[in-house]
């Protein structure tokens, strides 16, 4: 009789062990989903993030572009005067300035900020994440890169061309307004050095304008497969 009580307690007791663990394997599976929940909705939130910042900077790349194919017509207008025209007017000043300017590397990266700050598994897709890694640490960078290279090589052609030109004061508000002019322009015609530094200014703005064309493409394709994502 006594065993047979003994029996059922056990049982009882087992029976309420197996319960408890049950409940705390539930408590933890919600628990564990409610973690997951919360990941993949900030990681939504820094897609998102990086959607934004990715049309920011298309946006800016194009104007880029557009400025820097305006400092390209004005390296031909000059080169074209040199060569064939070789006569000088007034609205070559504006163009003999803006053959020197250089568009600065800018973008906004705070959505990428965020990945680093929470890891990027924080991103389930891993072709998102080496996509959204490839843009802002190999596409971007060699745009800065390639800028500052090419601003480098200044200090060492504006000697030669301050022997040549006579630049007005620099606004940089209106830079556009300022004009350059020749000390002599028939020396200019003269010179094989200057057409030469026209020729290297031209070929560098055409690479910076593929280096920008080439990350609109990869910001366009890295916008959709972050709307696939978001859309799932």
Known sequence: MEKNKTGKYL??????????????????????????????????EILSDIRENVEFNTIQFQEDI????????????????????????????????????????????????AIIANGVEIIESKELQEAIIDLY??????????????????????????????????DFENYYEHKSRPFDYQEIIDSRMFKSILTFLRSQRVVDIQLRNSAIEKNTELIELIDSELNK
Do not use: M
Request: zero cysteines; proline letters at 3%; glycine letters at 6%.
């Open 66 to 113: 557009e400025i820097t194919k305006q400092v390209i017509n004005s390296i031909d207008i000059v080169l074209n005067n040199i060569k064939v025209s070789k006569i000088y007017n007034d609205s070559l000043g504006k163009h003999l300035r803006r053959v020197t300017y250089w568009e600065t590397s800018r973008w906004k990266s705070s959505g990428y900020k």
């Open 137 to 170: 640490e190999i596409t971007y960078p060699e745009i800065a890169e390639y800028t500052r290279l090419s601003e480098g090589n200044f200090p060492t052609i504006l000697p030669k061309w301050l022997e040549l030109i006579e630049r007005e004061s620099t």
């Open 11 to 44: 049982k009882y007791a087992v029976g309420e062990i197996v319960l408890v663990v049950i409940g705390i394997l539930i408590a933890l599976s919600i628990n564990n989903w409610n973690e997951e929940q919360k990941s993949i909705k900030k990681g939504h």
